[in-house]
């Protein structure tokens, strides 16, 4: 009945599966563990090819790097069962019943999201701080949080899809790289009319990176909300967009998005000192939207 689906890629998955394993086998439906390596360094493709050996897990290898979005579609076609469960890499069970909150929630339903949660303690390493620091303030909503705007809290992280409805909306494969494919995912299921429900069941993220390959990666996702916007695909119940053209219509654009590259090395030296300010992070990707639409 539940199948479990999991991308991977360049990040040790052993743990995590195992977990997964356990608790599956403890649950009195059928369950199916798909591991889809999206061409890993050869490395990590050896080092989780061990998970094959665990119960209920099945690991292949794809030949050629497809993408956040095309991975989980191709995963789908692989699946057998109707409640499909969405989880990225780099998590960790947070509860030793994870699989059974989600069982006990899936009587009705089109959508349900677990969440996600960070260690309470920032890493020792400060180049992760920023990073841990985001996704803590950011991120880590409770339940009751989220489900005052269920589709601009929702992440693709940790979620469950009836197939019924994954087969309506699938990934878009036109969003490359890394940034809000989880946002065009949540307003194309809201203008399908489907409904998103938040528990308490999260996944702890465990893939903290590095200050630059988090802006890297920032800016990328900037730059995929810029065309998101430009195809219209995407409203203003997004914060960056709907501040976007609130300011656009003030006129205030192109002062701010000035400012912001007249001061752009200070903004960046906040970002990654012990007290970062999270509004100067959001003026930054508001210069960078700004410089993508012009």
């Known amino acids: 009945?539940?199948?479990?689906?999991?991308?991977?890629?360049?990040?040790?998955?052993?743990?995590?599966?195992?977990?997964?394993?356990?608790?599956?086998?403890?649950?009195?439906?059928?369950?199916?563990?798909?591991?889809?390596?999206?061409?890993?360094?050869a490395t990590f493709q050896a080092l989780n090819a061990e998970v094959a050996s665990l119960p209920n897990v099945e690991y292949s290898v794809?030949?050629?790097?497809?993408?956040?979005?095309?991975?989980?579609?191709?995963?789908?076609?692989?699946?057998?069962?109707?409640?499909?469960?969405?989880?990225?890499?780099?998590?960790?069970?947070?509860?030793?019943?994870?699989?059974?909150?989600?069982?006990?929630?899936?009587?009705?339903?089109?959508?349900?999201?677990?969440?996600?949660?960070?260690?309470?303690?920032?890493?020792?390493?400060?180049?992760?701080?920023?990073?841990?620091?985001?996704g803590h303030n950011r991120e880590a909503l409770l339940p009751i949080a989220r489900q005052e705007n269920p589709f601009k809290s929702f992440m693709t992280n940790n979620f469950l899809v009836r197939r019924a409805v994954y087969d309506k909306v699938?990934?878009?494969?036109?969003?490359?790289?890394?940034?809000?494919?989880?946002?065009?995912?949540?307003?194309?299921?809201?203008?399908?009319?489907?409904?998103?429900?938040?528990?308490?069941?999260?996944?702890?993220h465990e893939g903290i990176e590095p200050f630059e390959v988090f802006l890297a990666k920032s800016e990328n996702g900037v730059r995929n909300l810029a065309q998101l916007i430009k195809s219209k695909k995407v409203d203003d119940s997004i914060r960056l967009v709907r501040y976007y053209h609130k300011l656009k219509r003030l006129g205030a654009l192109p002062i701010i998005a000035w400012a912001v590259n007249q001061m752009e090395g200070k903004i960046i030296q906040n970002l990654r000192g012990p007290a970062p300010n999270l509004l100067w992070f959001d003026l930054w990707k508001l210069a960078r939207l700004h410089r993508h639409l012009a």
């Open 1 to 41: 009945m539940l199948s479990i689906l999991i991308p991977v890629f360049n990040y040790d998955v052993r743990a995590f599966v195992k977990c997964l394993s356990d608790q599956s086998v403890a649950l009195e439906v059928s369950v199916e563990i798909i591991c889809l390596d999206d061409a890993s360094a």
């Open 62 to 134: 794809s030949e050629v790097n497809l993408g956040r979005s095309a991975i989980r579609n191709a995963m789908v076609e692989k699946a057998q069962f109707e409640h499909l469960l969405f989880l990225d890499c780099d998590g960790r069970c947070a509860y030793d019943d994870y699989l059974s909150r989600y069982q006990l929630a899936w009587s009705e339903y089109d959508v349900i999201y677990g969440g996600r949660i960070y260690n309470d303690e920032a890493p020792d390493d400060h180049d992760l701080y920023f990073h841990w620091f985001c």
């Open 170 to 204: 699938k990934m878009d494969e036109g969003v490359v790289g890394y940034g809000h494919e989880d946002s065009l995912f949540a307003q194309e299921l809201k203008r399908a009319g489907f409904s998103i429900d938040h528990i308490d069941n999260p996944i702890e």
